[in-house]
């Protein structure tokens, strides 16, 4: 396994960074990642350039064990965990087929990677390209969606100890696993608009147990913003969005450790007329 590694990283061309992960470091990290065991963090990286260009090396190697891109995904969409990894904006990821491959009550094993856990989120499908042409109008954003989507990501944070912001773009945001609800086809209204910032989303375990509860403002105050932020930053890379991307574009608890025997259920109250969840196993 890591000689094919190396020589998948070998053969792909790097953009010059100062300190981007050469392709043996890249390699330990993929191997931890599939042998789903803890990594130390990368060295070295001293600009987010880095962390991305370790990214697009890392998921490059990944897609043959996880599958192809579909989408992306949007972390630290609020202030307390931007402080927490030294960045004052959200960063993006790529969401790989494994991080939709799960439906609603799936079992996984509670230890289903290196550093497991568990968030609350949210999805949104790109219904056509005139959103890359939306600017910051959540009704316009929202006219370029056609469906959002129930969502419990499950990311693997693979490295051991404290990393920062470079080292998370690195390891593509944690992305690896996810559980998708029953999707709702979006109504192109002002009302749901605001419905989408009102909504409640809460996290419970089968105890009973409320685990987190937030509203749709807590990603940057609107989860539409999120794609906001996502269409420009995917611009300074000369990158679009694209018709049937998937997005996840909110953290709507902290990612917390799971427990075997557990199912944990994240719930969306005030979207639509009844509630709607999705739910996930653990062994």
């Not at 910051?136 to 370029?144: N, V």
Request: aromatic share 4%; glycine share 10%; proline share 7%.
């Amino acid at each position: 396994m890591r000689r094919l590694l190396l020589a998948s990283l070998i053969a792909l061309p790097v953009a010059a960074h100062a300190a981007c992960p050469d392709a043996d470091a890249i390699g330990q990290v993929a191997e931890a990642l599939l042998d789903n065991r803890p990594s130390p963090a990368f060295t070295g990286m001293t600009s987010l350039a880095d962390g991305f260009c370790a990214q697009d090396q890392l998921v490059a190697v990944l897609r043959e064990s996880w599958g192809r891109p579909i989408g992306y995904k949007v972390g630290l969409t609020s202030a307390p965990v931007q402080q927490r990894f030294g960045v004052n904006h959200p960063v993006r990821g790529v969401l790989m087929e494994s991080s939709v491959s799960l439906r609603d009550g799936a079992t996984v094993p509670a230890r289903f990677g290196a550093v497991p856990v568990i968030e609350s989120d949210f999805l949104v499908r790109v219904r056509d390209g005139g959103i890359n042409q939306a600017g910051h109008d959540r009704l316009e954003i929202l006219r370029h969606l056609d469906q959002v989507i129930p969502y419990i990501e499950l990311p693997d944070l693979v490295l051991s100890g404290g990393f920062d912001g470079p080292n998370l773009l690195a390891i593509n945001v944690g992305a690896r696993l996810g559980v998708v609800g029953a999707p709702i086809p979006v109504e192109p209204t002002q009302d749901f608009v605001d419905r989408l910032a009102s909504m409640t989303v809460t996290m419970v375990d089968d105890r009973g147990q409320e685990r987190a509860r937030t509203p749709g403002s807590a990603a940057l105050g609107h989860p539409l913003d999120v794609v906001a932020f996502l269409i420009e930053d995917l611009a300074r890379a000369g990158k679009q969005l694209e018709a049937g991307q998937l997005l996840s574009v909110a953290g709507y608890s902290p990612t917390l450790p799971l427990e075997a025997g557990r199912t944990y259920t994240v719930r969306y109250d005030g979207l639509v007329a009844q509630s709607v969840s999705v739910s996930v196993r653990t062994r």
